[in-house]
């Protein structure tokens, strides 16, 4: 990995319209996080950097908004990471044993990358907004509902 | 009373999300009306007249909030659009911006005609992503229509729309948290006052409306606040979505008028409980309202009712309990999520609601004693009226009513380690 992060030119571009959405620079803030890791995968300290230095602010300040977000990620996960919804709805409608499967189905914990780094899992206390799917999980940004064991394997499979 | 569909006439129709098709269907008529026939504050009266309430979960009433919008401030007024959706159960302002997006930009320009706004901002949750891909086409669209930008509708009046995405956190969507977070900071909430409609979004005057209470201006403005008035009840006007979920047979987003019985929704629309079973336990308004017992099927679901039994309407997010239900469990997985959200800036919420989570850990893992069941209660009179914001009294709210209503189950849990619910359904009930 390179020690310097920068913007493709194409996201260049749609940073500087960006900022003239906000009377501030700072605003700008997560929609920078976002094209970051969008670009990258996730948020490495040189765009940290960086973005400290479009937005004329303190890395601190840049620290601290991505240390309290939980969708931005410090580190890589895999290439398809899958989130179980561990809310009160999806829990009523069996999310325990969708994570019985999914960890037999992966073999690795939740949190760490299966071997061919291809696949990472976890469950998150927060409801998605999505219950009348439930049990659901959210993989590669998406929505997938109603699970079943045959769901997941379909799921896995498309992306193996 | 013969069903209204108002904001959900759409759902399901592929079509309406395109603008073409939506402007044959009457899109943006209500706009051009308020445009040609009002004036601003004729609006305003309008929306006061039709007893719409905030639909976010407050329930304020919406007109009289866009009267505390100081007429003569040299600042620009600002339009937040709390899209953050987060509260557990609660998923119906993504049908609207997923089927009916063009609804909602509407919505957005009657309200910002109204108290004379320029910019506006719809904050939507990071999780949503095809709904922002579905929200975001749909601005672009009627920027090129001509119906947001310099002259909306053909009208002398400019006004710019922009999506914002959060990332994860649900204390953004409290209102305060919200702003902080447009402004490019963690979503910590601010002391009130001043409030947002004084000192709002950068240091400005702004109003702050949920996804679905801006949806419902269109029909307003096109059929008259009286009409909206009296779909509901007395102080609660029109029509809310509701989104049903947990242990039923059909969960899904339905349009009630404002006071109609839990029953209703349960059993006619939602198809009655899972597999046959008993009714053991209704959240009427996401987990952050006080649950409610199967006696209480008959209530009508409108903020007052609601109140005065000591929970509330709050989002709309009605989830069903059945017999089979460990309330033990029930409450550890929604003190999971308060734990997890709260944002820790007051002791009493970030300690509470981390405390109270271990504690009923300890018992669902059938480590607990008798004496923890004290504990939390006595935790729980800390917890409320303490704090910057509203989560924390949500999270008291649901720890207060599950050990008032289902005190027996915590007690027997934290007693023999096991639970109650599991015992009697094994014939196994210690005595
Ligand atoms: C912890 C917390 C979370 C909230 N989350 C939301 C939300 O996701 N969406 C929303 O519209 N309102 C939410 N609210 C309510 C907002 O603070 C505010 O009352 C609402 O957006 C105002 O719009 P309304 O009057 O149209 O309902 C939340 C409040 C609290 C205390
Ligand atoms: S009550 Fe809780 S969530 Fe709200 S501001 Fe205080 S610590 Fe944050
Ligand atoms: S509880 Fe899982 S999506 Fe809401």
């Given amino acids: 990995m390179s020690s310097s992060f920068e913007f493709t030119s194409e996201n260049q571009k749609k940073f500087q319209e960006i900022l003239k959405r906000y009377p501030t620079k700072r605003a700008a803030m997560l929609p920078a996080m976002h094209m970051a890791q969008a670009q990258h995968g996730f948020i490495p300290p040189e765009a940290e950097e960086y973005i400290a230095g479009l937005l004329d602010v303190p890395i601190i300040d840049v620290r601290e908004v991505l240390s309290f977000y939980s969708l931005f990620l410090q580190e890589a996960k895999g290439k398809h990471h899958i989130k179980v919804c561990g809310s009160l709805s999806c829990w009523l409608r069996g999310s325990g044993e969708i994570r019985e499967y999914l960890l037999e189905k992966l073999g690795v914990d939740e949190g760490e990358l299966t071997e061919d780094g291809k696949f990472s899992w976890e469950t998150v206390p927060d409801c998605l907004g999505a219950c009348e799917l439930a049990p659901m999980l959210q993989v590669d940004g998406y929505f997938e509902g109603c699970l079943t064991r045959e769901k997941i394997d379909e799921i896995v499979k498309e992306r193996t | ?431």
């Fill in chain 2, 1 to 431: 009373m013969p069903i209204v569909k108002i904001l959900s006439e759409f759902f399901g129709n592929e079509q309406a999300r395109d603008l073409q098709w939506r402007l044959k269907h009457g899109g943006y008529e209500a706009a051009r009306k308020a445009f040609r026939e009002m004036q601003p504050d004729e609006v305003t009266q309008e929306v006061i007249k039709a007893n719409l309430r905030g639909l976010g979960g407050a329930g304020f009433p919406t007109g009289r909030k866009w009267t505390f919008v100081p007429k003569d401030s040299d600042k620009p007024t600002y339009l937040a659009v709390n899209c953050d959706e987060a509260e557990p159960g609660t998923f119906k302002d993504r049908y609207i911006v997923e089927w009916d997006p063009h609804r909602l930009i509407e919505g957005i320009i009657i309200c910002s005609y109204a108290v004379a706004i320029h910019t506006a901002y719809v904050y939507i949750r990071g999780e949503y992503v095809r709904p922002y891909e579905r929200l975001q086409k749909a601005i672009d669209e009627a920027y090129e229509a001509g119906i947001l930008g310099k002259n909306v509708l053909g009208n002398n009046f400019q006004l710019d729309v922009f999506t914002h995405r959060g990332a994860g956190a649900y204390i953004c969507g409290e209102e305060t948290g919200l702003l902080e977070s447009l402004e490019g900071k963690k979503g910590w909430p601010r002391l009130k006052p001043p409030f947002p409609a004084l000192v709002g979004a950068f240091g400005c005057p702004t109003v702050i409306n949920n996804v679905e209470t801006l949806s419902h201006l269109p029909k307003i403005i096109e059929k008259g606040g009286q009409w909206f008035a009296d779909l509901g009840v007395e102080r609660s006007g029109g029509t809310r979505l509701f989104a049903l979920s947990g242990c039923v047979n059909k969960p899904g987003v339905y349009e009630l008028p404002a006071g109609t019985p839990f029953r209703e929704l349960i059993y006619e629309h939602g198809g009655g409980i899972l597999d046959g079973k008993e009714l053991k336990a209704i959240i009427p308004g996401g987990t952050s309202a006080a649950v409610l017992s199967a006696d209480q099927v008959d209530l009508p679901m409108d903020f007052d009712t609601l109140a005065k039994v000591k929970s509330m309407a709050g989002s709309g997010a009605v989830i069903i309990m059945d017999e089979d239900v460990c309330m033990v469990k029930a409450l550890h997985n929604i003190q999971n999520f308060f734990a997890h959200e709260s944002c820790g800036q007051c002791t009493p919420c970030r300690e509470g609601t981390s405390w109270v989570y271990r504690i009923l850990s300890r018992i669902v893992e059938g480590k607990g004693s008798p004496s923890d069941v004290e504990t939390l209660r006595g935790l729980n009179q800390n917890m409320s009226g303490t704090s910057i914001c509203a989560l924390c009294e949500g999270a008291s709210m649901a720890l207060g009513s599950f050990l008032e209503k289902f005190g027996d189950e915590f007690d027997y849990y934290a007693k023999y380690g096991r639970s109650y619910v599991e015992d009697a359904r094994k014939g196994a009930v210690a005595v």
